[in-house]
């Protein structure tokens, strides 16, 4: 489509929506995903006269949200959203919150009603500062030109800085259009380095982890991306290490330390080796309600080491005996260097229960177990089994799993073993829809990848029309449907827990492969186990955004033995504002 040459309007000087865009571009920031609108179509003219920023306009303003949180978790750069005032934002929130609960970096840019006319419900006016302020690090809302330089570059050292997170800039249209004086400019890119742990607090951990029989390593979303230390640190304890929910990508389950992740799906093996522990040593992690089994998986007498970066954390959930505030990696790294090599029979006594540990993990995990062969959920259903589908796309070379919210996830969770760390990409907020947008960021983030998606069909149908976008901007991704043809989960529990009365969870689905060809993409309906491996050998062999419809059946859902997690207790006696210790 040819478009008509833009009329030369007289330069007439930077507006406040210029100087925004030469922010975020001094602070590195290379994508804008966003919707147009009143509000924000300063911002939009602004990206147009420059080259640096890409900006992805996308269809439904979730995606652009969780397009910013692939992005951020993927690449070394903060995702950046653009959404109008009132609906705009509204729209977005999902990401905002998701973003909260799972510490994602964000920033968010939302246009509103200039100040002249706020206040008065001007249309589409939305108190963004009091909407966003509970599930963000910081809402700001700027109201001079004069400060864009200084609150911008303080929302990104937010967000990025300390426990990461999402941040709401909320820019009135009156500043966006206001003259720039020739003086302001961004201010300079600032990172605070995160805090590295107290000596006396390392020298303490040591001598309590030293004197364990039983410790085990629980690492967070914290741990961040360079995994050695830790590994040295498991080697030097002989210890376990398992991960919090979802966040099993942070090391190499190749290394005999590895015992699996907890939360819901975990193997019995991985939250004995917790509930056996005598020590257990915290880090970047939060104890959150499924990696606690909610609050039931910790013994009252397990000592507890707790290591993060934020302050908050150290104590929220449980009382640890020792707590220190540093970043996860800086303190195993000082941990490992502390800790005395194991000798004689200490040495002896932990490396054989690791060993055996790991045998039960080993047995437990392995995808070609006899019972899996049997994959039934009990409920006498055929169709393409999600083991099947992990055993195409177990670790492939050059391909990033990213895994949306549907009943497939404790299958990964239980039989995905990733000898490359950081090439599983999950949600632990738990959001349907995440799946397809947060892989569009994250392909564009990680453009020397392949990104492979796997989504529910509810899931998928949240944010389908947004492959539209995939095939516009030329994200070659591979989108797996798992096309059960229901809320899967919800109809489990429905199943388990409400007497099997079925109601709102089945429905009808388009033909996903022709959905997927009708945009322009590439489309392949698979209905047969065998024809899964050749799919998406085809699919990952296109230069265009393929869909996989994986037809199942409509009671096809969790792995066996596995019911959905009923709402329960409260939680456990060591909530009960007990100091947490041996004493
Ligand atoms: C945005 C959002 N709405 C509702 C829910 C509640 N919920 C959790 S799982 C689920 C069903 C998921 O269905 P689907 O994506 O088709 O996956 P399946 O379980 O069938 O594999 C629902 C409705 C949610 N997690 N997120």
């Known amino acids: 489509m040819s478009l008509p040459a833009p009329s030369a309007v007289p330069d007439e000087g930077r507006s406040g929506a210029d100087l925004v865009i030469e922010c975020l571009i001094a602070e590195g920031i290379g994508l804008v995903a966003g919707v147009p609108g009143t509000t924000v179509m300063d911002l939009i003219d602004s990206l147009a006269k420059q080259e640096v920023i890409r900006f992805v306009v996308t269809r439904h303003e979730q995606v652009a949200g969780f397009l910013a949180d692939g992005v951020s978790r993927a690449g070394d750069r903060l995702g950046v959203a653009l959404v109008s005032r009132g609906p705009g934002a509204a729209n977005l929130a999902i990401a905002v919150q998701n973003a909260y609960d799972e510490s994602v970096p964000l920033l968010v840019l939302v246009g509103q009603v200039p100040g002249g006319i706020a206040d008065r419900r001007a249309f589409e006016e939305m108190d963004v500062v009091a909407a966003f302020r509970p599930m963000t690090k910081w809402t700001v809302e700027i109201h001079s030109v004069e400060r864009i330089p200084e609150l911008l570059q303080r929302a990104i050292r937010m967000a990025v800085g300390g426990r990461p997170g999402p941040v709401v800039v909320s820019l009135p249209l009156d500043v966006l ?235 990964t969770h239980r039989h995905l073993r990733l000898a490359r760390p950081r090439t599983l990409y999950a949600s632990a907020g738990g959001a349907m829809g995440w799946g397809l947008p947060a892989g569009m960021g994250i392909a564009l983030a990680r453009p020397d990848q392949r990104v492979v998606i796997v989504s529910g069909d509810g899931s998928f149908w949240m944010v389908a029309q947004d492959f539209e976008t995939c095939v516009r901007e030329n994200i070659g991704l591979v989108n797996i449907v798992m096309n059960n043809f229901s809320y899967g989960n919800t109809r489990d529990r429905q199943r388990s827990t409400h007497g099997g009365r079925y109601l709102g969870v089945f429905y009808g689905n388009p033909n996903f492969a022709e959905f997927g060809r009708s945009l322009g993409g590439f489309g392949l309906r698979v209905e047969t186990d065998t024809d899964l491996a050749t799919a998406v050998e085809e699919a990952l062999a296109q230069d265009r955004p393929a869909i996989i419809d994986v037809v199942q059946d409509q009671m096809y859902g969790l792995p066996p033995g596995l019911a959905p997690l009923p709402p329960g207790e409260p939680g456990d006696a060591r909530l009960d504002g007990k100091r947490h210790s041996a004493e």
């Open 177 to 411: 259009k206001g003259p720039v004086p020739e003086q302001l400019h961004p201010a300079p890119r600032r990172r605070i380095h995160p805090p590295g742990p107290a000596p006396d607090a390392v020298r303490e951990a040591v001598a309590l982890l030293a004197g364990a029989q039983r410790p085990v390593i629980v690492l967070g979303g914290g741990a961040g991306r360079d995994f050695g230390s830790y590994l040295r640190l498991a080697d030097r304890l002989s210890a376990p290490l398992v991960t919090t929910w979802m966040r099993q990508s942070v090391v190499p389950h190749d290394h005999p330390s590895y015992l699996g992740a907890l939360g819901y799906g975990a193997h019995h093996v991985t939250e004995q080796a917790v509930r056996e522990a005598d020590v257990i040593l915290a880090m970047g992690c939060r104890f959150s309600e499924f990696t606690t089994k909610r609050w039931t998986l910790l013994s009252t007498t397990t000592r507890l080491v707790h290591v993060d970066i934020d302050p908050c954390e150290l104590g929220r959930v449980y009382v640890p005996e020792i707590g220190f505030i540093s970043d996860a990696r800086l303190a195993a790294e000082s941990l490992a260097a502390g800790t005395p090599a194991l000798a004689g029979t200490d040495a002896e006594r932990r490396g054989e229960r690791l060993r055996s540990l790991r045998k039960e993990f080993d047995r437990a995990s392995s995808l070609d177990a006899e019972e899996l062969a049997a994959d039934d959920p009990g409920t006498g259903v055929s169709g393409i089994s999600a083991v099947r589908v992990l055993q195409d796309l177990s670790d492939r070379e050059g391909v990033l799993l990213v895994q949306d919210a549907p009943s497939f996830a404790p299958w």
